[in-house]
């Protein structure tokens, strides 16, 4: 079993920056990717980003250029640095994890809030 714990989350001004972490407990071993995934009211849970344990990141077409995932493996705790903020990523964000054996986690989300 894995949990999942998201942090940073907030208001913030558009154009303002804020920076989540995500750390894995419990059995952290064997995770390949971990992932930021957002899902704002009315909409369907969208990734964000993902990174890989060896590979090349992915990112939305939406935050390519404003948002960089990162991950630190000894510490299994996966970050999400988010500048120039929009209104538009309001949204609750998700971390996202997968294990070599298939099992895959979520954490309980952190409310992001941009105001204009």
């Known amino acids: 079993q894995v949990q999942l714990v998201e942090s940073g989350g907030g208001l913030v001004q558009a154009g303002g920056s804020l920076r989540l972490s995500c750390a894995a407990s419990?059995?952290?071993?064997?995770?390949?990717?971990m992932a930021w995934y957002r899902q704002a009211p009315g909409k369907q849970r969208e990734l964000v980003a993902r990174?890989?344990?060896?590979?090349?990141?992915n990112y939305a077409d939406s935050v390519k250029g404003r948002f960089t995932i990162s991950r630190d493996n000894t510490r299994n705790t996966a970050y999400l640095q988010m500048n120039s903020l929009k209104p538009e990523d309001t949204a609750v964000y998700y971390c996202?994890?997968?294990?070599?054996?298939?099992?895959?986690?979520w954490g309980q989300g952190t409310q992001v809030t941009v105001s204009s």
């Open positions: 990174i890989p344990s060896v590979g090349i990141t």
């Open positions: 419990g059995s952290g071993f064997g995770i390949k990717s």
């Open positions: 996202n994890a997968d294990r070599i054996w298939g099992d895959v986690y």
